[in-house]
């Protein structure tokens, strides 16, 4: 059973440019939480996804962000016309259900230049 | 929403020696778990555990959910264990982490 897989795992973007981040959970899994960490920070929740819907997006910027789990395919996080304060590590982590344990994949890391 | 504390901040110990960390969490929780961060930036689960105790290895970790707190006991500590580790709630809306103890292990 693979674990939840990120790609890319390193991303470099001009700004103005887009960026589309895909999470694929376990399998099994039909939660899906992203999260952003700034360099030298903590882990700070954007939004939470059960199939084809959004079940909380209250750390998700209003602008320029959007995510979305659709019935087939991976999971994806996309950040429209970047900017430098955009650079971070974006990780995602699935669960089969809410309360139940979590599981992240390796991230993916975002450069803005 | 509910409020996540770490403590200490940063810990510093010889190749060797034991630690405890320390997770304070404002709300009860349906979910706590504990992870490491090591170097390279990946997420490694080490424990879930939204009460009792539970063991692996050198580490432990035991969460008292009607006094709202959690810790993580790490004995025998390697160069290996350095990074940071994070604690993370889920309190029915989303899964919240702490700010982290950032651990260095010296040989």
């Known amino acids: 059973n693979a674990g939840v897989m990120q790609n890319p795992r390193h991303l470099v973007r001009r700004r103005g440019q887009e960026a589309r981040l895909r999470c694929s959970p376990m399998k099994g899994h039909s939660h899906v939480y992203w999260y952003r960490q700034l360099p030298e920070e903590g882990l700070k929740f954007m939004v939470y996804?059960?199939?084809?819907?959004?079940?909380?997006e209250s750390g998700m910027p209003k602008e320029r962000f959007s995510a979305e789990f659709p019935k087939e395919g991976p999971s994806i996080l996309r950040i429209q016309q970047v900017v430098r304060g955009d650079s971070a590590a974006y990780f995602c982590?699935?669960?089969?259900?809410?309360?139940?344990?979590?599981?992240f994949g390796q991230g993916t890391r975002l450069t803005v230049v | 929403g509910i409020q996540v504390e770490q403590s200490p901040p940063d810990l510093i110990l010889q190749e060797g020696a034991n630690s405890t960390l320390r997770c304070n969490f404002s709300d009860s929780v349906n979910n706590l778990q504990w992870f490491h961060q090591n170097p390279w930036g990946q997420l490694i689960n080490l424990f879930y555990?939204?009460?009792g105790t539970k063991q692996n290895g050198r580490l432990s970790a035991t969460t008292v959910a009607t006094e709202r707190y959690s810790l993580l006991y790490i004995s025998s500590s390697q160069t290996t264990d350095s990074g940071v580790y994070f604690c993370?709630?889920?309190?029915?809306?989303?899964?919240?982490f702490g700010p982290g103890t950032r651990l260095s292990v010296l040989p």
């Open positions: 993370a709630v889920e309190d029915g809306q989303n899964f919240v």
């Open positions: 982590a699935s669960s089969p259900s809410r309360a139940n344990e979590a599981f």
């Open positions: 555990i939204p009460s």
């Open positions: 996804l059960q199939k084809e819907n959004i079940i909380d």
